[in-house]
């Protein structure tokens, strides 16, 4: 649950800023609306994106052994705009939103929408880091937060250094290669 509300809440926090530089950079008019704007942005880039990507993915997919690695990048260029496209209109039609000219207003946003999807996926890992670590700060700050955690580490009792990094080690190397100890000997007997 900590994951997803982190993950909302800090692309929530951008999408909110990048709503507003489109407002200051096209005619698009956002104001007070870029509050539930950026609510129905992040559902959509959450939820309904990775769909939308998938799909436009896959039928670009199946002509691109036909393509130049430059009619490549286009297709991939392409394929983001629309997605870009779709989830701009979504956005203009379940907020309060205004539109003001065709290309100012309809295609512009989309590419904005874009460079900050492209500058999000550069940063996202150190905002999440940093979201998840005030998420924690807050929830340990209330006298019920911090009792429950006390609560949780006197039940967890003394913790074994030794056990815990070789058990640790022994899941690393199941996380790897996906085995168990017993599979990989029974392969390397094999």
């Known amino acids: 649950m900590k994951t997803w509300v982190v993950r909302f809440v800090s692309l929530l926090v951008f999408n909110i800023a ?7 950079l096209t005619p698009a008019r956002v104001g007070w609306a870029a509050l539930w704007a950026g609510v129905v942005l992040t559902a959509i880039v959450i939820w309904i994106k990775p769909l939308l990507s998938r799909w436009f993915g896959g039928m670009a997919a199946r002509s691109a052994d036909r393509r130049t690695r430059v009619g490549e990048k ?4 392409l394929v983001a705009f629309a997605v870009a496209f779709i989830v701009w209109i979504a956005t203009v039609l379940l907020t309060g939103v205004s539109i003001g000219g065709w290309f100012w207003g309809w295609i512009l946003p989309p590419v904005l929408l874009m460079i900050g999807w492209a500058i999000y996926d ?8 940093h979201a998840g670590a005030l998420y924690d700060r807050a929830t340990r700050s209330t006298p019920a937060g ?10 967890a009792g003394p913790r074994p250094a030794v ?3 070789r058990a640790t080690a022994q899941g690393r190397k ?10 990989r000997r029974m392969l390397d007997e094999l």
Do not use: H, K, P, Y
């Open 18 to 24: 990048v709503l507003l530089v489109i407002g200051f």
């Open 122 to 129: 550069v940063i996202d890992d150190r905002v999440e880091a």
């Open 174 to 183: 199941e996380l790897r290669d996906g085995l168990t100890e017993e599979q």
């Open 146 to 155: 911090a009792a429950a955690e006390t609560a949780r580490v006197d039940a």
């Open 163 to 165: 056990a815990d990094s």
């Open 74 to 77: 286009v297709a991939e260029f």
